[in-house]
Nanobody, 121 residues
């Protein structure tokens, strides 16, 4: 009933920028925190950045000062602006959101399908 659809991944040179978007749709009653995780080959999925409904943010140390997370609550959309990209940022990036469906009593976690980000010259 609820879907998260990511866009904006691709191939970029070191030092370049990309902007990821993730839109939540479906039978949504309310959304709490939204965020981005990533998973590189052979590694565990890790938190990149997270943002609350009120706009409070937290970031992985490895991306602080380079990445910025934001959200548009009216559009149920979260963004990740990635600047000064490094080869070690290469990974599949997943959108995550804590959502309560209209038919549910509870909030639960939802995940997008993932979008590939490759940083290479």
């Amino acid at each position: 009933q609820v879907q998260l659809v990511e866009s904006g991944g691709g191939l970029v040179q070191p030092g370049g920028s990309l902007r990821l978007s993730c839109a939540a749709s479906g039978s949504i009653f309310s959304i709490n925190a939204m965020g981005w995780y990533r998973q590189a080959p052979g590694k565990q999925r890790e938190l990149v950045a997270r943002i609350t409904t009120g706009g409070f943010t937290n970031y992985a140390d490895s991306v602080k000062g380079r990445f910025t997370i934001s959200r548009d609550n009216a559009k149920n959309t979260v963004y990740l602006q990635m600047n000064r990209l490094k080869p070690e940022d290469t990974a599949v990036y997943y959108c995550n959101a804590n959502i309560k469906e209209r038919s549910s009593l509870w909030f639960r976690e939802y995940w997008g399908q993932g979008t590939q980000v490759t940083v290479s010259s």
